[in-house]
């Protein structure tokens, strides 16, 4: 079991940026692919960016790419998510999230850890 923390949320007016960052715990972070989800108040979790387990490819949700860019340092045990041009429809708790599966996958269900989640809130 991956133990991850996530931080970094905050309040930003629009057309700002924020970093998340996310900690994981354990010594084979470098085989798993790891997720940003995001959940809106009254909405389902939906699915915002991912990344394999070598950084090598990444895929995002068709509402942040071009805005939105995960990140990964290995050697830290760290995953980032870079997000710009912030719009108030971005705001929601952000989670982290692991997978065993090392390519980058958007679906919530390959995920099986996931962090407490981080608030970002974006005025308009």
């Known amino acids: 079991q991956v133990q991850l923390v996530e931080s970094g949320g905050g309040l930003v007016q629009a057309g700002g940026s924020l970093r998340l960052s996310c900690a994981a715990s354990g010594r084979t972070f470098s085989m798993y692919a790891m997720g940003w989800f995001r959940q809106a108040p009254g909405k389902e979790r939906d699915f915002v960016a991912a990344?394999?387990?070598?950084?090598?490819?990444?895929q995002y949700a068709a509402s942040v790419k071009g805005r939105f860019t995960i990140s990964r340092d290995n050697a830290k045990n760290m995953v980032f998510l870079q997000m710009n041009n912030l719009k108030a429809e971005d705001t929601a708790i952000y989670f982290c999230a692991a997978t065993f599966i090392s390519s980058a996958t958007a679906s919530g269900g390959d995920f099986r850890s996931w962090g407490q989640g981080t608030q970002v809130t974006v005025s308009s």
């Open positions: 990344i394999s387990s070598t950084g090598g490819s990444t």
